[in-house]
């Protein structure tokens, strides 16, 4: 039985949970969902199961995975399930509208959908998971991560949940988010200490970051990922005015090739 699963990620928990699921599948291709940005169209998946797995921002999906599940056309799947990896709130929401776009689409919606528990990137607002206490909560999710193949292989179902707080924190903020995110990178700037290596263009998802003269210039058609932040290899990017001295994280499982690869072209 084919599986396809389909990914978005900014410091690569979601990834690296893409990549465990799939490792308990057998026939499974992990597809980057930044990798058809620049197509238009239906995307018709040929497998018989399909995934989705993406963080959750401000208790919803990325905006780019928004627009992909909108174009999604499950005819041939049998069986679809999703996973948002998230801090640690609002993931029955972002579930929901998962949910709420696919019922709208040929095919079937999420059979099941799953919440996993990983290290918190959003550097704007605090300062993420370091040490023993980030190995430790990237310890529980592998282990949940083997049980999330487990359902999918027994074709499980669950329905996404409900938390009225979540809810209600993605009816005030999520909107919000989804409409300015793209120009949210005019908080973004770069300090002297900028080498000028490129990894932040190479790695960006969206496509958001051009060097000139040397120096990353955001084109406001950003995720807010903050994988720029969290990966320049000097720390040198920073969000405002709170991002400089606090820790920054990526998925220990994931290298640069692979956030250069997510866009489809090579590194
Ligand atoms: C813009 C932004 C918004 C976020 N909002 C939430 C949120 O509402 N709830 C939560 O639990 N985590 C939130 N997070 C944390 C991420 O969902 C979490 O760290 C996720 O595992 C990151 O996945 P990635 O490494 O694949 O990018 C947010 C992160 C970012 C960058």
């Known amino acids: 039985m084919k599986t396809i699963i389909y990914y978005f990620t900014g410091t ?5 949970a893409a990549r465990k ?3 308990g599948l057998g026939d499974c291709e992990v597809v980057p969902i930044a990798s058809l940005q620049d197509t238009q ?10 995934g989705i797995v993406c963080p959750v921002y401000f208790t919803g999906l990325p905006a780019m995975v928004a627009s992909f599940a909108g174009r999604l ?3 041939r799947s049998h069986y679809t399930f999703s996973v948002v990896t998230l801090g640690g709130f609002g993931g029955q929401s972002a579930l929901r509208q998962l949910a709420g776009i696919l019922k709208d689409r040929p095919g079937r919606g999420p059979d099941a959908g799953f919440m996993v528990k990983m290290p918190s990137n959003y550097i704007l607002l605090y300062e993420p998971p370091a040490g023993k206490k980030c190995e430790e909560i990237l310890s529980a999710a592998h282990a949940q991560l083997e049980s999330i193949a487990q359902a999918v292989n ?12 979540a809810q209600l924190v993605h009816f005030l903020f999520y909107s919000r988010f989804a409409s300015h995110v793209h120009a949210d990178d005019r908080k973004f700037s770069v300090n002297d200490q900028c080498t000028s290596c490129g990894t932040c263009a190479a790695i960006c998802p ?23 932040i969290h990966l320049c290899p000097v720390e040198a990017i920073q969000g405002g005015k709170k991002t400089a001295g606090r820790v920054r994280y990526r998925n220990p499982e994931i290298d640069n090739a692979d956030f250069t690869a997510q866009k489809g072209e090579r590194p």
Do not use: F, Q
């Open 12 to 16: 690569g928990n979601s990834l690296a």
């Open 21 to 23: 699921i799939a490792a």
């Open 41 to 50: 169209g239906d995307i018709l998946p040929g497998a018989d199961r399909v």
């Open 73 to 75: 056309d499950l005819s």
């Open 154 to 165: 027994n074709s499980v179902k669950t329905a996404p949940g409900y938390s009225p707080l």
């Open 206 to 228: 969206a496509k958001n970051i051009e060097l000139v003269d040397g120096r990353p210039v955001w084109k406001h058609h950003c995720e807010l990922c903050c994988g720029c």
